[in-house]
């Protein structure tokens, strides 16, 4: 006996510190793989460290959620600017935006762990699990609970959880997933399954010879992490590219403005520091990612309630945008039961239908396969077998074929008729054709003149039978595809079945050009597949090669949606898994994506309006050798009134509506207006203090006044079309920000102004709406005659490239 497994240390990369896992050295055991290990060698195995729990938890830990709300450097920025506000003694009232600091970080914690709890829950329900066998007895377990040397029973469809050797039976596995090639490799006694890797065809039981962190896939998994990084896309990509140049710009420009504001304006050091302070608070989009965070969240904890379970935060917004969903024919738009509808024999003067019954008997009997083909054919062909096989080969989705040897001069073959007959396929076509139009799934039965072993089907063959097979549609598919069909949503099927049979199940289905399909054999080349996935609707006769190449696999499509009916494998590598496998669910998935990125899109043009407003006024306050106009108290009124409680209440409301363009420009153009008008406004404010020699404090409470004034007409523009919930937040943060700006001016450091400062106050307020339409006006024609520029430069460029 080998003895194998020295003691080692493990370390868990999502603890804080490296936590010590020593496994205590046990022989390996080569159970009988009719009994398995006992139970108290089993738990011998979990307590000396060799069971197969994750490398790492599938939700982010309280500890990274934590972390990530509160370490950040937009927050290291805020906790040096409260060290330099008390430095220099500042009111404590310049402070408030540590409020809202706390207040986001706090919100942002309590929301993930929400969604952390949810995703868990579900998590555990969707947790794959295997049959073991122990004390001579087969038991469904979790496969965290497995141990090394264990016994372990995998069917077709199974993942195989650990690295394994097989000890007992046959089965043809697809290691694709781990390998990269869709090859299917046949498996006997002694051969090695890989971690990762699923079986496709057979039955086996193999022994479990490396868990946990020591599998294939784990180590695979633990290099990747460290190697590479998570490409971020769409909105997420763009805002951290915002926060990357603010961030860039923000250092250099806050020392270039507490310099100016100390030595050139020579401003004391207190008021100085403080107007700095403000500056540098009003470019920091503090809100912004905690907004972002906060709706992803909300989205991910109601999809959870509604039995989705969303592995990847990115995907919501990949939902969002979807315009073309690739779908499977069985399981998405049939259901995965199949039933045998009739027998169709092909020579009648030799084999009448109970010797084809007969035939049918043996060959079920003969073969160890379990998917739902050979489920279906055991159901109807119940018959006793007559003769025991000689050979089995499995259908093989590569081949689209299977068969059974009996003995050497009897070889039936089971497949799609265009595989087997070949060349002599027209003779038969008519027949074929007419069964596939009406959406049953054609098997040939032949009887073959040559080996099971043959690469190549060159021997002669006598078809037998047809054998007609159907997956009743689903209810709700119709009705699921449209709803897809007017959102502009176009639906791809892939399938290995014959076209015409798939693409009848489409039409049925209610899919849009479902008449323009196509036979994946005849797809060569490249150019012959792009074509095709540009132009053809359904796909038929696909091999995991094509999809592989049609980039359709679930592993390559920009979001995979599984059903947690489908394989172990599907729901393992899939992004998104509707528990209740059902597909009517994929609309209000869809929905619920669109719902966060609009609300988020729409929200994120109020943070952007300051943020485009104080780089701005920073700059012109450099060049001009202007005081900046605002403190960070007064900052902090307008940032709670025109963006924090309106982000926060839009962000959480229903949306459905189709996302267009690209993320930042939209948001951009949208906030640009409003930000331009508050520059023009501050601006204006700040010539007339120089003219009237107005004193600081005055200035710079009627910028703030007149920025309110901006803000709110910016909620009013985002809040449009009104309802009973915007009405209300309308009228509530005008009302609060009036009541502020009158009666609590000790609160956010506002001076009580008189007579010819609130005249000033008064004009200026009323000039924001037409300002704000002129800079509506002038950004237009500036986006227009750069579209005019950029179409003028770009053909040129693509001729000469083309």
Same mark, same amino acid.
């Given at each position: 006996?080998?003895?194998?497994?020295?003691?080692?240390?493990?370390?868990?990369?999502?603890?804080?510190?490296?936590?010590?896992?020593?496994?205590?050295?046990?022989?390996?055991?080569? &159970?009988?793989?009719?009994?398995?290990?006992?139970? &108290?060698?089993?738990?011998?195995?979990?307590?000396?460290?060799?069971?197969?729990?994750?490398?790492?938890?599938?939700?982010?830990?309280?500890?990274?959620?934590?972390?990530?709300?509160?370490?950040?450097?937009?927050?290291?920025?805020?906790?040096?600017?409260?060290?330099?506000?008390?430095?220099?003694?500042?009111?404590?009232?310049?402070?408030?935006?540590?409020?809202?600091?706390?207040?986001?970080?706090?919100?942002?914690?309590?929301?993930?762990?929400?969604?952390?709890? !949810?995703?868990?829950?579900?998590?555990?329900?969707?947790?794959?699990?295997?049959?073991?066998?122990?004390?001579?007895?087969?038991?469904?377990?979790?496969?965290?609970?497995?141990?090394?040397?264990?016994?372990?029973?995998?069917?077709?469809?199974?993942?195989?959880?650990?690295?394994?050797?097989?000890?007992?039976?046959?089965?043809?596995?697809?290691?694709?997933?781990?390998?990269?090639?869709?090859?299917?490799?046949?498996?006997?006694?002694?051969? !090695?399954?890989?971690?990762?890797?699923?079986?496709?065809?057979?039955?086996?039981?193999?022994?479990?010879?490396?868990?946990?962190?020591?599998?294939?896939?784990?180590?695979?998994?633990?290099?990747?992490?460290?190697?590479?990084?998570?490409?971020?896309?769409?909105?997420?990509?763009?805002?951290?590219?915002?926060?990357?140049?603010?961030?860039?710009?923000?250092?250099?420009?806050?020392?270039?403005?507490?310099?100016?504001?100390?030595?050139?304006?020579?401003?004391?050091?207190? !008021?100085?520091?403080?107007?700095?302070?403000?500056?540098?608070?009003?470019?920091?989009?503090?809100?912004?990612?905690?907004?972002?965070?906060?709706?992803?969240?909300?989205?991910?904890?109601?999809?959870?309630?509604?039995?989705?379970?969303?592995?990847?935060?990115?995907?919501?917004?990949?939902?969002?945008?979807?315009?073309?969903?690739?779908?499977?024919?069985?399981?998405?738009?049939?259901?995965?039961?199949?039933?045998?509808?009739?027998?169709?024999?092909?020579?009648?003067?030799?084999?009448?239908?109970?010797?084809?019954?007969?035939?049918?008997?043996?060959?079920?009997?003969?073969?160890?396969?379990?998917?739902?083909?050979?489920?279906?054919?055991?159901?109807?062909?119940?018959?006793?077998?007559?003769?025991?096989?000689?050979?089995?080969?499995?259908?093989?989705?590569?081949?689209?074929?299977?068969?059974?040897?009996?003995?050497?001069?009897?070889?039936?073959?089971?497949?799609?008729?265009?595989?087997?007959?070949?060349?002599?396929?027209?003779?038969?076509?008519?027949?074929?054709?007419?069964?596939?139009?009406?959406?049953?799934?054609?098997?040939?039965?032949?009887?073959?003149?040559?080996?099971?072993?043959?690469?190549?089907?060159?021997?002669?063959?006598?078809?037998?039978?047809?054998?007609?097979?159907?997956?009743?549609?689903?209810?709700?598919?119709?009705?699921?595809?449209?709803?897809?069909?007017?959102?502009?949503?176009?639906?791809?099927?892939?399938?290995?079945?014959?076209?015409?049979?798939?693409?009848?199940?489409?039409?049925?289905?209610?899919?849009?050009?479902?008449?323009?399909?196509?036979?994946?054999?005849?797809?060569?080349?490249?150019?012959?597949?792009?074509?095709?996935?540009?132009?053809?609707?359904?796909?038929?006769?696909?091999?995991?090669?094509?999809?592989?190449?049609?980039?359709?696999?679930?592993?390559?499509?920009?979001?995979?949606?599984?059903?947690?009916?489908?394989?172990?494998?599907?729901?393992?590598?899939?992004?998104?898994?509707?528990?209740?496998?059902?597909?009517? !669910?994929?609309?209000?998935?869809?929905?619920?994506?669109?719902?966060?990125?609009?609300?988020?899109?729409?929200?994120?043009?109020?943070?952007?309006?300051?943020?485009?407003?104080?780089?701005?006024?920073?700059?012109?306050?450099?060049?001009?050798?202007?005081?900046?106009?605002?403190?960070?108290?007064?900052?902090?009124?307008?940032?709670?009134?025109?963006?924090?409680?309106?982000?926060?209440?839009?962000?959480?409301?229903?949306?459905?509506?189709?996302?267009?363009?690209?993320?930042?420009?939209?948001?951009?153009?949208?906030?640009?207006?409003?930000?331009?008008?508050?520059?023009?406004?501050?601006?204006?404010?700040?010539?007339?203090?120089?003219?009237?020699?107005?004193?600081?404090?005055?200035?710079?409470?009627?910028?703030?006044?007149?920025?309110?004034?901006?803000?709110?007409?910016?909620?009013?523009?985002?809040?449009?079309?009104?309802?009973?919930?915007?009405?209300?937040?309308?009228?509530?943060?005008?009302?609060?920000?009036?009541?502020?700006?009158?009666?609590?001016?000790?609160?956010?450091?506002?001076?009580?102004?008189?007579?010819?400062?609130?005249?000033?106050?008064?004009?200026?307020?009323?000039?924001?709406?037409?300002?704000?339409?002129?800079?509506?006006?002038?950004?237009?024609?500036?986006?227009?005659?750069?579209?005019?520029?950029?179409?003028?430069?770009?053909?040129?460029?693509?001729?000469?490239?083309?």
């Amino acid at each position: 006996m080998r003895l194998r497994g020295e003691g080692r240390t493990l370390k868990l990369p999502w603890k804080k510190t490296e936590e010590k896992n020593t496994r205590q050295d046990l022989p390996v055991i080569c &159970a009988d793989p009719s009994s398995g290990l006992t139970a &108290a060698q089993a738990a011998e195995r979990e307590e000396a460290g060799w069971d197969n729990k994750a490398v790492e938890p599938p939700t982010r830990t309280k500890g990274q959620i934590i972390r990530s709300n509160t370490v950040t450097y937009f927050n290291a920025i805020f906790v040096i600017l409260a060290v330099c506000l008390t430095l220099v003694r500042s009111s404590i009232l310049n402070f408030s935006f540590l409020v809202v600091v706390v207040i986001n970080a706090v919100i942002g914690i309590v929301q993930e762990m929400k969604s952390k709890k !949810a995703l868990d829950e579900l998590n555990i329900l969707q947790s794959p699990r295997a049959t073991v066998i122990r004390d001579g007895e087969s038991r469904s377990v979790s496969v965290n609970e497995l141990v090394r040397d264990d016994v372990v029973e995998f069917t077709a469809g199974d993942q195989i959880c650990a690295d394994a050797e097989v000890i007992a039976g046959e089965c043809v596995a697809n290691e694709a997933l781990v390998t990269g090639e869709a090859d299917e490799i046949r498996k006997k006694e002694g051969d !090695a399954l890989l971690s990762g890797s699923f079986l496709i065809n057979g039955t086996c039981r193999a022994r479990l010879t490396a868990v946990g962190a020591d599998s294939f896939v784990n180590r695979l998994t633990l290099d990747a992490k460290k190697q590479k990084k998570p490409k971020l896309r769409g909105m997420m990509r763009s805002l951290n590219q915002l926060v990357k140049w603010i961030g860039v710009i923000l250092i250099p420009l806050g020392l270039a403005v507490a310099y100016k504001e100390v030595y050139i304006l020579e401003r004391d050091l207190t !008021a100085g520091v403080t107007s700095t302070v403000g500056a540098l608070v009003g470019m920091i989009p503090e809100g912004l990612f905690f907004l972002t965070s906060i709706a992803l969240a909300a989205g991910v904890l109601r999809l959870a309630k509604k039995k989705t379970m969303v592995r990847e935060l990115g995907c919501i917004e990949t939902l969002a945008r979807v315009d073309t969903l690739c779908v499977d024919k069985t399981g998405t738009i049939t259901e995965n039961k199949m039933v045998v509808e009739d027998i169709v024999p092909l020579c009648p003067d030799r084999f009448i239908t109970e010797d084809i019954r007969m035939v049918m008997a043996d060959y079920v009997h003969a073969m160890r396969a379990d998917n739902d083909t050979m489920a279906a054919l055991r159901k109807y062909f119940t018959g006793e077998a007559m003769q025991e096989a000689m050979a089995a080969l499995p259908f093989s989705s590569a081949k689209k074929y299977g068969g059974v040897s009996f003995h050497e001069d009897e070889t039936w073959l089971l497949g799609a008729p265009e595989i087997l007959l070949g060349e002599r396929y027209a003779e038969y076509s008519e027949a074929i054709d007419e069964y596939s139009s009406k959406g049953c799934r054609v098997l040939l039965l032949t009887l073959y003149d040559g080996r099971l072993t043959d690469e190549e089907l060159t021997a002669d063959q006598l078809p037998v039978a047809l054998i007609l097979l159907a997956n009743k549609i689903r209810p709700e598919a119709p009705d699921t595809f449209a709803y897809f069909a007017k959102e502009g949503v176009e639906v791809r099927v892939i399938s290995g079945d014959n076209p015409l049979t798939v693409s009848e199940v489409a039409k049925r289905s209610g899919i849009p050009g479902a008449e323009r399909w196509v036979d994946a054999r005849t797809l060569t080349t490249d150019k012959a597949m792009e074509a095709a996935a540009r132009d053809a609707i359904v796909f038929g006769r696909v091999t995991p090669e094509q999809k592989r190449r049609l980039v359709l696999a679930l592993k390559e499509a920009d979001c995979s949606i599984a059903l947690a009916s489908g394989s172990d494998v599907a729901c393992q590598v899939s992004q998104i898994v509707l528990m209740e496998s059902d597909f009517s !669910a994929m609309p209000s998935v869809v929905a619920e994506g669109r719902r966060v990125i609009n609300n988020i899109e729409r929200s994120a043009s109020l943070f952007l309006v300051k943020n485009i407003f104080s780089m701005i006024v920073a700059l012109l306050s450099l060049l001009f050798k202007l005081p900046y106009p605002l403190v960070p108290a007064q900052l902090g009124l307008v940032n709670a009134m025109t963006i924090g409680i309106p982000s926060f209440v839009l962000a959480m409301e229903p949306n459905s509506d189709r996302i267009r363009g690209r993320f930042l420009r939209n948001v951009l153009l949208r906030a640009l207006p409003a930000a331009l008008t508050d520059v023009f406004l501050v601006e204006g404010v700040m010539l007339f203090y120089l003219a009237a020699r107005l004193p600081d404090t005055a200035m710079s409470t009627i910028c703030a006044g007149v920025m309110g004034v901006v803000g709110l007409m910016m909620v009013h523009r985002t809040a449009k079309p009104y309802n009973k919930l915007r009405v209300a937040l309308m009228v509530g943060v005008s009302a609060g920000f009036a009541f502020c700006f009158l009666f609590m001016k000790w609160w956010f450091n506002l001076a009580t102004l008189d007579f010819l400062s609130a005249l000033v106050l008064g004009v200026f307020a009323l000039l924001a709406w037409p300002v704000m339409i002129v800079m509506d006006k002038a950004v237009a024609a500036v986006r227009g005659w750069l579209s005019r520029l950029w179409a003028w430069v770009v053909p040129p460029l693509t001729e000469k490239e083309s």
